[in-house]
């Protein structure tokens, strides 16, 4: 089984309330089974929902409870994309899955090696998949 950030497959969970459609993904995964899954959705956050960003460090480091996800009206949201990220991997452990596609750019899905400034870091949820041994690969956007 494979997971997909659900965004990449159309389903409107974005920030925004929009979606991030992948075709040429959509296209590759046509004959496999996969799980769309929204961690910050899971986490509780509504959509839309105002955007975030981890400061501090990555999500590796929120994890450790040294970096903190706060959104643009200055909210500490890091609660709730902890609970999305261990949401997705108890569903990730309950159907066996191990191997993940996830959105860039994301403070949850990313799983980028940049910096905190391009946003093209690794966030909460792939942070804890890959602590975990799963499979992370990072799609790029295609708009
Ligand atoms: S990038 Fe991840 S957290 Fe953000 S909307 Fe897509 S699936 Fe949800």
Not at 70 to 83: E, Q
Request: proline share 5%; charged share 20%; with cysteine.
């Amino acid at each position: 089984m494979i997971t997909v950030s659900a965004c990449l497959c159309g389903v409107n969970c974005r920030y925004d309330g929009r979606n991030s459609y992948h075709n040429a993904l959509m296209e590759k995964l046509a004959s496999e089974d996969f799980l769309p899954v929204c961690p910050e959705v899971l986490g509780g956050l509504p959509v839309p929902r105002t955007p975030a960003r981890i400061i501090g460090g990555t999500g590796y480091d929120v994890l450790k409870r040294t970096a903190r996800v706060i959104n643009d009206k200055g909210r500490d949201v890091t609660g709730a994309f902890l609970k999305g990220a261990f949401a997705v991997l108890a569903i990730l452990q309950e159907h066996s899955v191990s191997r993940c596609y996830v959105k860039d750019k994301s403070p949850s899905c990313g799983f980028g090696k940049g910096s905190l400034t391009d946003n093209r870091i690794t966030g909460v949820c792939s942070a804890l998949l890959d602590q975990k041994g799963i499979q992370v690969i990072e799609i790029p956007s295609e708009k």
